[in-house]
């Protein structure tokens, strides 16, 4: 059974760009409820233990780099099969082959600087939200 909850983050690019505001409504308006939410800055350490399965990727120092250059938003979101829905929401990680309408359409800069996080299966919604959020952060 497909699960109820995903992970996202604003990235730098997004925030920068004083972005927060509509893609938060995006997302409310696409049914998610917030279950949690932060506004913080990631240590280039902290980028890479999240982006962890893409170490040996050539883009894992630039990605690292650019998810620590700023503060982002981190949120778990709610909602029925919350995974594939929200990746249908932001759109493909390259904006230029994102659908229009989509997260990523609207607000990304490029393939790096990609406005949105989404988790990409259940297992790893848990993973990432449990590395951001205590139990006493959601509600
Ligand atoms: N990324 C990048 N260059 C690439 C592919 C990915 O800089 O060629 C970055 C981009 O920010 C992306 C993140 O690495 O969102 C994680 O990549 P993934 O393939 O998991 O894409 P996503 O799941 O975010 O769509
Ligand atoms: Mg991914």
Do not use: C
């Not at 690019?13 to 972005?19: K, S, T, W």
């Not at 927060?20 to 997302?27: E, K, N, T, V, Y």
């Not at 309408?101 to 449990?130: Q, W």
Request: aromatic share 10%.
């Amino acid at each position: 059974m497909a699960g109820n909850k995903t992970f996202t983050m604003i990235k730098p690019d997004a925030v920068e760009a004083n972005n927060i505001g509509p893609i938060l409504a995006m997302i409310n308006k696409a049914g998610f409820k917030i279950l949690a939410m932060k506004y913080m800055r990631l240590t280039k350490e902290q980028a890479g233990m999240f982006y962890e399965v893409h170490k040996e990727r050539p883009f894992y120092g630039e990605l690292t780099e650019y998810m620590s250059s700023g503060p982002i938003v981190a949120a778990i979101l709610t909602k029925d099969n919350a995974v594939t829905d929200y990746r249908k929401l932001i759109g493909a990680t390259d904006p230029t082959k994102a659908e229009d309408g989509t997260i990523r359409k609207l607000f990304a800069k490029s393939i790096a600087a990609n406005a949105v996080h989404g988790s990409d299966s259940d297992e790893n919604a848990d993973i990432e939200s449990n590395f951001f959020f205590s139990s006493l952060e959601r509600f």
